[in-house]
């Protein structure tokens, strides 16, 4: 396949097909914050209330990494080590730089800055790009030639890299979308190796890290990934026990520190609402990668990282560069960075013009970059190289939300057009980015917050609205205690001071540690957590959306949680409080499932038999284990993720209620017999439009049952 310079990632990717309980202690909850006071800002002329956003300052999300904004960098480009480029990039505190530009990182060799049978602009070589990285205050993510390269050619460019020239490059990848490399049918990745299976990748990402940590143990190596619910998720290729990701991890859990995937929205979005709306997957979809980690890596599993190396609303269409997109990035951003994500790199940083339209009145230029680069398209042309794209102000407006080190906190909006991402500050503030989808009205949006008591000092408010020229300041026009008034099609995040006397900032005791899952039974789970200087004691909490309720308390860094429903997952983090019952800020949060019981009057075996991405076929046991026989069975259980559905099936009656699916034995059907002495099985095909993860438990006539 031919790699115009142009477009090199649309030439390259765009043939892919386009896919992704415990009792409340009553003395301890009168320490949890009350639902604090209200604030708002209003930029411009406030409205009536028509959303509310509430905000958990209690409830960690994940701290924000010095690499969380990223931006991938492409050696055909031309601009991308222009002066402007850098001074851009800091400004808008990108933390992470990728290098050498997606597909292109398997045909090249960086001793020779060559890439065979793809263009490589002047300018571009490694030294040029670090001068940028440096320039930026970045760190580089460098892609090693997995589809033409060696596991020694690799050792040499890091020796190169943090030996020679000691550029502390921390971060490397093994190939770009090796998966695409034919193996699966389709196929656009360059790949040399008579071996395309995943089971080659994953020997050769051994090969590659022992050579590479050889030179410098320090780097920290990635394995590719396919996103979960998007081809070719599921698909078992011919001579494979397993789909790529269960076959790589089983092998390389041991030998990565992070794994490397990239999601983009597809479509031909024209509304900030089509292209977000497709946002609503992405969680599931990282929930089920670390799922996978979790299975094979065990208790070694929070060590290795999730980095989302590519994203943009679609691989090469239309409707890039208009405001939408720019909505779509601040909302992009954070939440992959709220669901586990380390780093999340745009693609590109210029990536040429493609087809023409129209959009919202201003002109769409096709191109995939946050900065022009100046390209044509017919007679017309895009502005200036380097002036910044709609998306580059959605990726700026995130670093007013946050930076390295402060925690993202939930937040929960009451309009699907109107989108909520918060942060606790280290030094106590809070901010909050509300998102205005709406093309056409303002959204006035009041905010409420628990665990947070905000002072009376007037919010400090950037904006980002149509006549804006880059993300300003609008501190003080017209700013109140009450609400935030969001222009159509705006971005718009405010900040907080909390009142004196309240907050993290007030208490004596420090954050607690990451809580551990130290055992986990169908009913039970004993956490750990690294204790606090300062606490008396700790609080346990469990969150569901921006709610949390208090699930336990104790002097000690440990707890058991008991009465925990079978197969049912919880997230929860911890608070310390001082001795004057002042609380900390919330730890880091951790999410476990509980098991199903091991002498169960009942037994369930699912396997799911094939899969293409987005539907699969699995088939299901059940034995009853009771010492009488069972007679007119119903199977039940419930999708763990939305856009789980069963189609059609067999040997039995199938019924999908939202996610909850029940299945009648079928007319005519015998007793199932004691003690395991019989079997029935049905079978169906079932689809998922996102991620695809089993269920956790099956219940056999109302009783649970153990496997699944």
Request: charged share 15%; glycine share 12%; proline share 7%.
């Amino acid at each position: 396949m031919s790699l115009p310079h142009s477009s090199g990632r649309s030439a390259v990717a765009g043939a892919r097909p386009l896919a992704r309980c415990a009792t409340v202690l009553a003395v301890a909850l009168a320490l949890l914050s009350p639902l604090g006071g209200t604030a708002s800002a209003a930029p411009r002329t406030a409205g009536a209330v028509d959303a509310g956003v509430r905000v958990n300052a209690q409830a960690a999300l994940g701290r924000l990494t010095g690499t969380a904004r990223g931006v991938n960098a492409a050696i055909w480009d031309a601009h991308m080590n222009g002066p402007e480029v850098a001074g851009l990039m800091k400004a808008a505190d990108v933390g992470a730089m990728r290098y050498p530009g997606g597909s292109y990182a398997d045909i090249y060799h960086w001793e020779t800055h060559t890439a065979p049978g793809g263009y490589v602009a002047p300018g571009t070589g490694f030294d040029a790009f670090m001068g940028t990285v440096r320039a930026t205050g970045a760190q580089p993510i460098l892609i090693a030639d997995y589809g033409s390269g060696t596991p020694e050619e690799a050792a040499g460019w890091v020796r190169y890299a943090n030996v020679t020239k000691k550029y502390g490059a921390k971060y490397w990848e093994i190939g770009n979308e090796v998966y695409g490399n034919g193996h699966y049918g389709s196929g656009w990745e360059h790949d040399d190796h008579a071996d395309k299976s995943p089971g080659e990748y994953a020997r050769q990402v051994r090969a590659y890290a022992a050579a590479m940590k050889a030179v410098d143990p320090t780097v920290e190596i990635g394995a590719v990934l396919t996103t979960p619910g998007q081809w070719p998720d599921g698909v078992v290729g011919e001579g494979d026990a397993a789909d790529w990701n269960h076959t790589v991890l089983s092998q390389v859990a041991d030998v990565i520190d992070f794994v490397s995937v990239h999601w983009y929205a597809g479509g031909a979005d024209t509304t900030a609402r089509d292209a977000t709306a497709r946002l609503t997957g992405l969680p599931g979809e990282l929930r089920e990668v670390r799922a996978q980690i979790d299975a094979y890596a065990g208790a070694d599993s929070p060590r290795i990282g999730i980095a989302l190396t590519e994203i943009n609303t679609n691989t090469g269409g239309a409707r890039l560069t208009a405001r939408p997109n720019g909505l779509f990035a601040a909302d992009a951003f954070m939440t992959a960075l709220e669901n586990g994500v380390f780093t999340v790199d745009w693609w590109n940083t210029h990536n040429g013009a493609g087809e023409i339209t129209t959009v919202g009145g201003e002109t769409d230029y096709g191109d995939m970059g946050m900065l022009s680069s100046g390209a044509c398209t017919g007679d017309v042309c895009e502005p200036a190289p380097n002036t910044p794209f709609h998306p580059y102000y959605g990726m700026k407006m995130t670093s007013a939300l946050g930076t390295a080190g402060d925690t993202m906190v939930a937040a929960e909006s009451s309009a699907p057009d109107v989108s909520a991402h918060a942060v606790l500050r280290r030094d106590g503030r809070l901010s909050v980015l509300l998102v205005n989808k709406d093309p056409d009205a303002a959204r006035t949006v009041r905010l409420e917050y628990a665990g947070f008591t905000p002072s009376t000092a007037v919010p400090e408010v950037s904006r980002y609205a149509p006549g804006d020229d880059d993300v300003i300041e609008v501190t003080g026009q017209g700013a109140s205690a009450s609400q935030v008034t969001v222009e159509p099609y705006a971005l718009v995040t405010v900040t907080l001071e909390p009142r004196a006397g309240t907050g993290p900032a007030a208490s004596a005791a420090g954050t607690p540690g990451t809580p551990e899952l130290e055992a986990v039974t169908d009913t039970t789970a004993r956490l750990s957590w690294e204790g606090a200087a300062g606490a008396a004691r700790y609080l346990v909490q469990e969150r569901d959306g921006a709610h949390t309720r208090l699930v336990g308390e104790t002097t000690g860094t440990s707890l058991t949680l008991p009465n925990l429903p079978p197969g049912s997952t919880h997230t929860v983090n911890v608070l310390a409080a001082d001795a004057s019952g002042r609380l900390s800020a919330p730890s880091l949060p951790l999410t476990f499932t509980t098991g199903t019981p091991p002498n169960a009057p009942c037994a369930v075996t699912y396997h799911r038999d094939t899969s293409w991405g987005n539907g699969f076929v699995a088939t299901v046991t059940v034995r009853n284990l009771a010492q009488a026989p069972l007679t007119g069975w119903t199977v039940d259980w419930d999708w763990p993720a939305e856009r789980q559905t069963v189609s059609s099936g067999w040997n039995a009656t199938f019924r999908q209620t939202g996610r909850h699916v029940r299945v009648t034995a079928p007319d005519g059907a015998g007793p199932l017999a004691p003690e395991g002495g019989s079997t029935a099985s049905f079978g169906f095909v079932g689809g998922n439009d996102g991620p695809n993860p089993d269920p956790t438990v099956f219940r056999l006539n109302g009783a649970v049952c153990s496997g699944g």
